[in-house]
């Protein structure tokens, strides 16, 4: 998979393939593709809970992994306690964007 | 669980299903989910199920629901999903499951088809010979509304009114400003989307959702995927281009990727 990229190059529109980021690649494995059930089950509102998961894990793993910090193994709110409803949800979230720092305000815009 | 039926789990092996792909494709050559057992279809009919062995240890029932929850492990798992559907596209038509589908039997697999080989067979019909491309548009808001002021007038001069005033004043040009960057980017997204849409057998829009992290915002305005034809994906690249060229100046960018196995392009559930 390649990104054609034009924000590249002096020209700035020569086309330059580079490897697509994780968030695009989650964005449809996750939550594209043919559904029919398996004989395992994964819960849906998992899935929804992962694919944020994830996409906050991308935004700050970079820095992460420079400082030789791997958090997300240890951290109980990621390991453990799998919420099943959407209070749960809502206070993993929560904690998930405090750790990786995406403020309020961002936030809220995504919402309004 | 006691160390005898702890040791039998971890022997036991599921099936993994990628997707769909025409009976006597080629099974891909790149490293699967579990990279000692490669990909192979298993076939009924003109549809075969592009399948990999997994150990249940980690697949089975419970297990998937725990390894989910480790980010090392899935995203290395996501990435091979990704691998065998994108290798699997360079010989044939293919239609990408969403990852995690484990049978405990072939025999299971071979049902699946049988009861789904109509839906299946449309399926592929619907996306061969063409591949998809996404296209993000990005805006940095800060650009836009700079080249918004630049292109309007300026607000009245506060010095002649008072102070309460020049504050109202102020609100208010700051909440048309946010209000035109708004539609400024609607305008975008419409046109952007039905220029690339016009290249395109087939379009979906998804929601545009944050992919910027606190250090580098950009937001996303338009999240299209296109399912677009071999011979016509030159044009749909050089469409995002002339729309990057237009839009730089705002603050506007577009982002391609692709090709990606048709993962907006197939019914999302059928069957039981």
Not at chain 1, 6 to 31: K, M
Not at chain 2, 6 to 27: C, F, K, N, W
Not at chain 2, 75 to 80: F, H, I, L, P, W
Request: aromatic share 6%; glycine share 8%.
């Amino acid at each position: 998979m390649t990104q054609l990229d034009y924000r590249q190059g002096a020209g700035g529109t020569v086309p330059a393939p580079a490897p697509a980021n994780l968030a695009d690649i989650l964005e449809r494995v996750l939550d594209k593709g043919i559904v029919i059930a398996g004989d395992i089950k994964i819960n849906l509102l998992d899935i929804e809970l992962l694919t944020i998961k994830l996409r906050l894990l991308v935004a700050s793993v970079d820095k992460a992994r420079e400082m030789g910090i791997d958090w997300w193994e240890h951290d109980p709110a990621l390991t453990s306690g799998r919420g099943r409803d959407g209070h749960a949800l809502e206070e993993r979230l929560e904690r998930l964007e405090s750790a990786v720092g995406v403020d309020a305000a961002e936030h809220d815009r995504e919402r309004s | 669980m006691t160390a005898s039926a702890r040791s039998s789990t971890q022997a036991a092996l599921g099936h993994y299903v990628y997707g769909i792909v025409e009976a006597g494709a080629r099974p891909p050559l790149v490293d699967g989910v579990d990279p000692r057992h490669p990909a192979r279809t298993l076939g009924s009919g003109e549809v075969a199920a592009l399948v990999g062995d997994v150990p249940l240890a980690e697949f089975g029932e419970g297990r998937l629901e725990e390894n989910l929850d480790r980010p090392g492990w899935l995203e290395e798992k996501v990435r091979a999903h990704e691998a065998v559907l994108e290798a699997a596209q360079e010989t044939g038509a293919v239609l990408p499951f969403r990852f995690g589908t484990v049978y405990l039997n072939e025999a299971h697999v071979h049902e699946m088809l049988v009861r789904e080989r109509e839906e299946l067979a449309a399926g592929l019909a619907r996306v061969r010979g063409k591949r998809e491309w996404g296209v993000k548009g990005l805006v940095n808001f800060e650009l836009l509304a700079e080249w918004l002021r630049s292109s309007e007038p300026a607000p009245a001069d506060p010095s002649e009114e008072g102070e309460g005033a020049a504050y109202l004043a102020r609100r208010q040009h700051e909440r048309r400003a946010r209000e035109d960057a708004d539609g400024a980017l609607l305008a975008v997204a419409e046109e952007a989307h039905a220029r690339l849409s016009a290249c395109a057998a087939e379009a979906a829009l998804n929601s545009p959702r944050r992919t910027a992290s606190a250090k580098r915002p950009r937001d996303v305005f338009l999240n299209g995927a296109y399912l677009v034809e071999r011979s016509r994906e030159a044009e749909l690249q050089q469409e995002a281009r002339e729309l990057f060229e237009r839009f730089r100046d705002r603050g506007i960018h577009f982002d391609v990727t692709g090709p990606w196995p048709p993962y907006n392009f197939v019914a999302v559930e059928t069957g039981a």
